[in-house]
């Protein structure tokens, strides 16, 4: 038997490709949407992908199930579990094998056995991994049931999908699989669908696997015996869900074109930029410094790094067309990432080294949190604060006021424009997006506030011990 572990780190994602070198047939295990990796590691070992298997309708990403059923003809081994809401929508369009608890099926001579895990979600399931003629499972895989120290999160129906009531639920259906889960043997291992970063539980541990006899020593839930004070702990201080998780469900219950279909975006030239912000969501990929010191009005800050897909999830609309400045060279891979949350509608890039510094002016001012502070004790600017609520409860400046960045676009009104709007984060990374969504939604006298809520601390300790 051959295990392949593969990590998405920009989405926190794992996944798993699962052979039997004796016949030559592989599994992949909640497979991403961008198959290529899976196709080369299968072809160096000399393996042919046959089917693909998924534990629940992600929220996270768009799953690879359909690509790969669609292009390669493999059978995609999914939930039949859950209420009639959460039913795979797609399943009859590809080469599907409905599975419940206790069903089992073989790629090869290696055996999987299905364990249904709800809690996360009504229709998760679990998959026990047998090798050859094994009677006890060497390992499971947990999809976002069971992670390294800690386990998924069951708010995400009420709070991404809007289906009220389902946390409760969910919490207490989570308590009851885990007791399933600790009678496992210790010695099984576990393959989580998450690591450290994932907005799928609340804190993650950065190892890619364990053991059920490690989380059941270190696991804070696994160490909890009374349900009432599970259900409180589990359903306490869950970060905020990005926006765009409710469109993933949708997706990945209903289906998405294969990426096979989808047109490459052209390369304009930047001097069609500002008639391309009339009618698309621009990007602007460049680092926060220097979008601040000039940018095309209109555009909004997405740098392009380890959070670009993430923060892309939570800033542009999935109905409208998308137009992104950055270097020619990183068009198919700023493609790719934006497909893996299901942006299919970047249709345009722009050299990033054709802007025509005329055109670049807009700009925002970075002031230090001693300035921004004075400010407003004085009552001269509106302090935002964009970061979490969790963040926010651990420690918050009194005279501002928290809109989370993901949720600006949708409640920009609250904030008053009778004076200068002085946006801090944490350090001052997100603070510079959310300053660009001000400006690209017509609030344009907007300050940074540089160094973050960290930076007001500071100075906010230094005053209080003046006046003591």
């Keep these: 038997m051959l295990l392949r572990y593969f990590y998405d780190e920009k989405l926190a994602q794992a996944s798993y490709m699962v052979g039997c070198q004796m016949t ?5 295990i909640d497979p991403s949407r961008n198959i290529e990796g899976y196709l080369k590691e299968a072809a160096k070992e000399g393996l042919h992908i046959v089917a693909t298997a998924e534990t629940h309708i992600h929220a996270d990403f768009v799953s690879g199930s359909r690509e790969f059923a669609e292009r390669f003809d493999t059978t995609a081994y999914l939930s039949d579990e859950g209420d009639a809401d959460w039913k795979y929508g ?6 599907a094998k409905l599975v419940t608890d206790g069903d089992r099926f073989k790629i090869g001579n290696v055996t999987f056995e299905v364990m249904h895990t709800p809690g996360h979600t009504p229709e998760h399931i679990s998959f026990l991994l047998y090798d050859r003629s094994q009677t006890v499972p060497m390992g499971i895989f947990t999809g976002d049931f069971v992670f390294v120290g800690d386990i998924g999160r069951p708010d995400l129906l009420e709070e991404a999908a809007g289906l009220q009531g389902t946390t409760a639920v969910g919490a207490k259906q989570m308590f009851e699989s885990l007791k399933r889960f600790k009678a496992l043997p210790d010695f099984v291992q576990v393959w989580p669908g998450h690591g450290a970063g994932s907005a799928c539980g609340k804190a993650l541990g950065a190892i890619p ?3 059920v006899g490690y989380e059941k020593r270190t696991n804070w839930a696994l160490q909890m015996e009374d349900e009432v004070a599970f259900v409180k702990e589990l359903t306490t201080d869950q970060p905020e869900p990005p926006n765009y998780f ?19 975006p052209r390369v304009a030239d930047a001097t069609e930029v500002n008639e391309l912000v009339k009618t698309m969501q621009v990007v602007d990929t460049r680092n926060g410094k220097s979008f601040a010191a000039g940018h095309i009005p209109g555009t909004i800050n997405i740098p392009y790094n380890s959070k670009f897909v993430t923060w892309a999830g939570w800033l542009l609309d999935f109905d409208h067309e998308i137009a992104v400045i950055a270097e020619p060279n990183q068009l198919q891979t700023i493609q790719t990432d934006l497909q893996s949350v299901g942006l299919d ?4 890039l722009i050299d990033v080294a054709g802007l025509p510094n005329e055109q670049l002016t807009e700009r925002y001012p970075d002031w230090s949190a001693e300035k921004a502070v004075g400010a407003a004790e004085a009552g001269d600017v509106f302090v935002l604060d964009v970061r979490n609520k969790t963040e926010w409860d651990g420690g918050h400046y009194e005279k501002a006021e ?6 600006l676009a949708s409640r920009y009104e609250e904030i008053p424009t009778d004076r200068p709007v002085a946006v801090h984060c944490a350090s001052g990374v997100r603070s510079r997006m959310a300053v660009s969504v001000l400006q690209a939604l ?3 006298d907007v300050i940074n506030i540089d160094g973050g809520y960290a930076a007001v601390q500071t100075v906010l300790n230094q005053q209080a011990l003046t006046e003591s």
């Design 402 to 407: 928290r809109i989370l960045l993901g949720k």
């Design 442 to 444: 017509g609030i344009k």
């Design 345 to 348: 509608r970047f249709v345009t």
């Design 90 to 95: 797609f399943a009859s369009d590809i080469e």
């Design 209 to 211: 696997t364990t053991t």
């Design 24 to 28: 030559g047939e592989a599994i992949v």
């Design 246 to 264: 409710a469109t993933m469900k949708r997706v990945n219950k209903e289906g998405i074109a294969v990426t096979t279909t989808l047109s490459s």
